[in-house]
């Protein structure tokens, strides 16, 4: 997709969570974010709640977001059926973009987050 995360060069589309190792991973996800979207003002972060190393990435996200002034709202996922509903929060609905922080319990359903989000673009 991208030469780097460094120096991506190219259309972006998405960031797997399964780079997001490195503290300035979730960084990175955000100032991307924020080159793609103009004015980026609000972000939804799905997260895998269950999972303590997803929650220390949304806590990097949420630290990430405040500190360029971009609001970042948590919007928790238990499983792969919660997905739909999560759709339908005012989180998502009103979020300019969103960032699947809850990859290994939506892998199996990404087909349906695609759908979602580019019904939501």
């Known amino acids: ?37 103009p004015h980026l003002e609000r972000l939804a972060v799905l997260v895998e709640i269950d999972n303590p190393a997803l929650v220390a990435n949304w806590n990097e996200h949420r630290a990430t977001a405040e500190s360029v002034d971009v609001q970042a709202v948590e919007v928790d996922l238990r ?15 009103q979020a300019q973009a969103f960032i699947n922080d809850a990859n290994p319990i939506l892998l199996p359903v990404r087909t349906r987050l695609a759908e979602l989000a580019l019904r939501k673009k």
């Not at 259309?11 to 997001?20: D, E, G, M, R, Y």
């Not at 499983?79 to 609905?93: C, G, H, R």
Request: net charge negative; aromatic share 2%.
């Open 1 to 37: 997709l991208v030469a780097s995360l460094a120096r991506p060069g190219s259309n972006l589309t998405a960031i797997p969570n399964s780079v997001s190792t490195a503290p300035s991973t979730e960084t990175k996800q955000v100032d991307l974010l924020r080159e793609v979207v």
């Open 79 to 93: 499983s792969a059926d919660d997905l739909e509903a999560a759709f339908q929060t005012p989180a998502v609905i």
